[in-house]
């Protein structure tokens, strides 16, 4: 209910409703229960600043809690706009992100629609970086994200752009075919379903 009212309709109080449960949260895990927390902490991000971003990496490196590190790192994936996802997606580069976690990070905005085109030409321009942070079969996990595409560019890359960067990457060649195939799949539903809504909007006029 709260992903609708804030990713579809943006409803504006929902959206002040989950930034001030970020904002206690990250003063204090313990006043927000988890369940709440890992939805309302994400969408507290989709029109918060850089400073959450600080605030996020300094909450990763406080807690020993997994579910609250869980937490922050889906939260860094959740800003809708373009340069603070970037901004945020270079702190995976750093100290600040553990090798493992990068996945979550980046996984988690290629998952999202409104996220995936800044996701995905960020990681088509940082992946020589992302894969000296987590090389060889680590990264396969980030490669698998590649199937979140819909779009013809988003196919046509992952052929020009990603098929020759993985090669050498064990399991790669698998993870990459699925993920052409589920872009394209993508694609071919999205096409039908235009068509089909052009051919219904036709027919009432």
């Known amino acids: 209910m709260q992903y609708a009212l804030v990713d579809v309709v943006e409803d504006e109080a929902a959206i002040r409703e989950a930034d001030e449960t970020a904002r206690k949260w990250l003063a204090d895990p313990s006043r927000v229960d988890p369940d709440t927390a890992a939805v309302m902490v994400d969408l507290g991000s989709r029109k918060a600043g850089d400073d959450r ?7 990763l490196k406080k807690t020993t809690s997994p579910q609250d590190r869980q937490v922050a790192l889906h939260a860094l994936a959740g800003f809708n706009d373009p340069t603070k996802l970037e901004h ?12 493992d976690e ?3 990070v980046v996984g988690g905005a290629m998952m999202r629609r409104v996220a995936r ?3 995905w ?7 020589d970086e992302v894969q000296k942070k987590v090389p060889g079969h680590l990264s396969l996990p980030i490669v698998n994200a590649l199937g979140f595409g819909c779009t013809t560019r988003e196919a046509d890359e ?9 090669t050498s990457l064990p399991g790669a060649e698998r993870r990459i075919a699925e993920a052409a195939e589920e ?5 071919a539903l999205r096409r039908k379903g235009a068509t089909s809504i052009s051919n219904a909007l ?3 006029r």
């Open 53 to 59: 971003i600080d605030a996020l990496i300094g909450a």
């Open 88 to 99: 945020a997606l270079d702190r995976t580069l750093t100290d600040d992100i553990a090798q």
């Open 102 to 104: 990068v996945r979550s």
């Open 117 to 119: 085109p800044t996701a």
């Open 121 to 127: 030409q960020w990681l088509a321009k940082h992946w």
């Open 158 to 166: 992952i052929a020009t752009f990603f098929v020759p960067r993985t």
């Open 183 to 187: 872009t394209n799949l993508c694609v």
């Open 202 to 204: 036709g027919k009432k």
